[in-house]
């Protein structure tokens, strides 16, 4: 069974910075392409990146490209997403999913607010 753990969220301020990280298991983490997605309130799921399973790919949005970094430990089955200069609109649940520009199977989400 797909189980993803995500962890980090938190308050911040405009312009901080936040490091999200999803602990992976049921499943060959190393073999396999993973996504972050988001959800704000009242909206639907916006896929932001994806990192194949070698990490020899990376895709991002291009409302995060720049600002948000993806990257994996696959010995430890961990992935990451590194966000810096957010903004409020960056404020939503987010997730992280199996797969290439994937929404699913994701986690449980963590919440990421800005807000000064």
């Known amino acids: 069974e797909v189980r993803l753990v995500e962890s980090g969220g938190g308050l911040v301020q405009p312009g901080e910075s936040l490091r999200l990280a999803c602990a992976a298991s049921g499943f060959t983490f190393s073999a396999s392409s993973m996504s972050w997605v988001r959800q704000a309130t009242g909206k639907g799921l916006e896929w932001i990146a994806s990192?194949?399973?070698?990490?020899?790919?990376?895709f991002y949005d291009d409302s995060v490209k720049g600002r948000f970094t993806i990257s994996r430990d696959n010995a430890r089955s961990i992935l990451y997403l590194q966000l810096t200069r957010m903004t409020t609109a960056d404020t939503a649940t987010y997730y992280c999913?199996?797969?290439?520009?994937?929404?699913?199977?994701r986690g449980q989400g963590t919440l990421v607010t800005v807000s000064s």
């Open positions: 990192m194949t399973a070698g990490g020899g790919n990376i």
């Open positions: 999913a199996k797969g290439l520009r994937s929404v699913a199977p």
